[in-house]
């Protein structure tokens, strides 16, 4: 049993970085790909970025290419998500996910096995 919590979401302005944090419960933490989503309103969960179990490799959504960074600490047990250069549309619920599936170039809502509850990221124009 592997619990997430989410910490480090905010009200921002256009152009301005937060960094979020996942700190997860549990011995094996290591074993998962861990990864964030995000939610809109009325829209669907959105991936966002994944990182291997070493944190050697990462991949990213389109649309947070070249912004986000994702990172983990298996020492620690976290996981962030710096986010740089914020956008009205990256205001979401931001959620941490963690999957015993093998790193892959994007994460499926589907093969995730524990979610974090969210974090409110919500930036203004």
């Known amino acids: 049993q592997v619990q997430l919590v989410e910490s480090g979401g905010g009200l921002v302005q256009a152009g301005d970085s937060l960094r979020l944090s996942c700190a997860a419960s549990?011995?094996?933490?290591?074993?998962?790909?861990m990864g964030w989503f995000r939610q809109a309103p009325e829209k669907e969960r959105e991936f966002v970025a994944t990182i291997d179990r070493s944190g050697g490799r990462t991949y990213y959504g389109d649309s947070v290419k070249g912004r986000f960074t994702i990172s983990r600490d298996n020492a620690k047990n976290t996981v962030a998500l710096q986010m740089n250069s914020l956008k009205p549309e990256d205001t979401a619920f931001y959620y941490c996910?963690?999957?015993?599936?093998?790193?892959?170039?994007?994460?499926?809502?589907?093969?995730?096995?524990?979610w974090g509850k969210g974090t409110l990221v919500t930036v203004s124009s």
């Open positions: 549990g011995r094996t933490f290591g074993s998962y790909t």
């Open positions: 996910a963690a999957s015993i599936i093998d790193f892959a170039m994007t994460m499926n809502p589907s093969n995730i096995n524990y």
